[in-house]
């Protein structure tokens, strides 16, 4: 695969295969995840998400298929231009935000000078100013975890992955956040985020990957994909809102027509199509339609057609391990 993947892929995964003794996690996956996206991976517990991060990350050896990041197929030449921030966090907490910070730093090959300037900047950005001195400890769930982030990316990685990273914040520090994840896209900075959250994935990313039972259920563009499970689902909104929904119902080829905050709902029969509907809709101008749109399914109604409900008795890892440093001898 090396000298055959364009130079704007940072991640080109091909029959990607991960057996753990009899059991397959990951099962002949085949991705690309171009630079300067944002790039969703999700699916229900046990889909395969982890193994298939800690193979991106070196972590673990596939049993079989191919990896390229940014340019290597050996990935751990390449580690220092990656950032990952992994579900369960962890930081010095006795310690100073800048003491730990300019230390994980230093670990990537950025200068005492020159950490701490980013550092500096880094928590202006994230809402975080003047908490350089206090002892980690100290801070909030929140402000803990923004530090974390800073951390992940103060070395500036050409690619960062991040797991559930909006898990535990509130409403402010997630916009704060969602921006700073943004400005990163903007400057370049390939991201693989991994959420069940799924209006993050709709908000934010580019294009996704689903997964279950360690293979590819959905891939491609978000909005490409909402299209494409638009279904026999029309929202309409009449200029006459209290006879809508009965006024609608009386149309030829409406199965059905359910009122809501936003217009009427209506589901199209069998042997009825979008256009022909909106044709009689325009055949009776009486009705004043103010609004027309194919109802386009959120990822959360997409993910549970297609990948069902979690199983609670799943790993809540995501996959089975039998080993914690498997092949490589890298802790996982």
């Known amino acids: 695969m090396s000298g055959d993947v364009p130079p704007d892929r940072?991640?080109?995964?091909?029959?990607?295969?991960?057996h753990y003794g009899a059991s397959v996690a990951v099962d002949d996956l085949s991705f690309d995840v171009r630079s300067g996206e944002i790039f969703g991976l999700l699916g229900p517990n046990g889909a395969g998400k982890t193994s298939t991060i800690r193979m991106l990350l070196g972590l673990l050896v596939p049993t079989d298929g191919e990896i390229e990041v940014l340019g290597a197929r050996d990935v751990r030449s390449v580690l220092p231009r990656i950032g990952y921030l992994p579900e369960e966090r962890g930081l010095y907490?006795?310690?100073?935000?800048?003491?730990?910070?300019?230390?994980?730093?230093?670990?990537?090959?950025?200068?005492?000078?020159?950490?701490r300037r980013r550092i500096t900047v880094?928590?202006?950005?994230?809402?975080?100013?003047?908490?350089?001195?206090?002892?980690?400890?100290?801070?909030?769930?929140?402000?803990?975890?923004?530090?974390?982030f800073l951390a992940t990316v103060v070395h500036r990685p050409e690619l960062l992955i991040i797991d559930e990273p909006f898990s535990g914040l509130d409403?402010?520090?997630?916009?704060?956040?969602?921006?700073?994840?943004?400005?990163?896209?903007?400057?370049g900075t390939t991201i693989v985020m991994c959420t069940h959250q799924m209006n993050r994935i709709e908000?934010?990313?580019?294009r996704?990957?689903?997964?279950?039972?360690?293979?590819?259920?959905?891939?491609?563009?978000?909005?490409?994909?909402?299209?494409?499970?638009?279904?026999?689902?029309?929202?309409?909104?009449?200029?006459?809102?209290?006879?809508a929904s009965a006024r609608l119902a009386d149309l030829p080829g409406v199965a059905e027509a359910v009122p809501?905050?936003?217009?009427?709902?209506l589901r199209l029969a069998p042997t009825t199509t979008h256009a022909?509907?909106?044709?009689?809709?325009?055949?009776?101008?009486?009705?004043?339609?103010?609004r027309f749109e194919v109802y386009l399914p959120s990822l959360e109604e997409i993910f549970l057609k297609v990948a069902g409900d979690d199983d609670p008795t799943a790993d809540p890892t995501g996959d089975p391990t039998d080993d914690p440093t498997d092949e490589t001898g890298a802790a996982a």
Do not use: W
């Open 93 to 115: 907490r006795d310690v100073r935000v800048d003491d730990c910070l300019v230390y994980l730093a230093g670990l990537k090959g950025v200068p005492r000078a020159e950490a």
């Open 260 to 265: 809501g905050a936003d217009g009427v709902m």
């Open 122 to 148: 880094g928590l202006a950005a994230l809402d975080l100013p003047g908490i350089e001195r206090r002892v980690i400890k100290t801070l909030s769930r929140g402000q803990q975890q923004k530090v974390q």
């Open 276 to 290: 022909a509907l909106l044709a009689s809709l325009a055949a009776q101008p009486e009705l004043a339609v103010q």
């Open 208 to 243: 996704l990957l689903m997964l279950q039972g360690g293979r590819s259920v959905l891939y491609g563009g978000v909005q490409a994909i909402r299209r494409a499970h638009s279904g026999d689902r029309v929202r309409v909104v009449l200029a006459d809102e209290a006879t």
């Open 10 to 18: 940072a991640v080109q995964v091909s029959h990607l295969v991960k």
């Open 203 to 206: 908000e934010l990313c580019d």
């Open 171 to 187: 409403p402010v520090n997630t916009r704060v956040l969602r921006d700073f994840l943004l400005g990163l896209r903007a400057a």
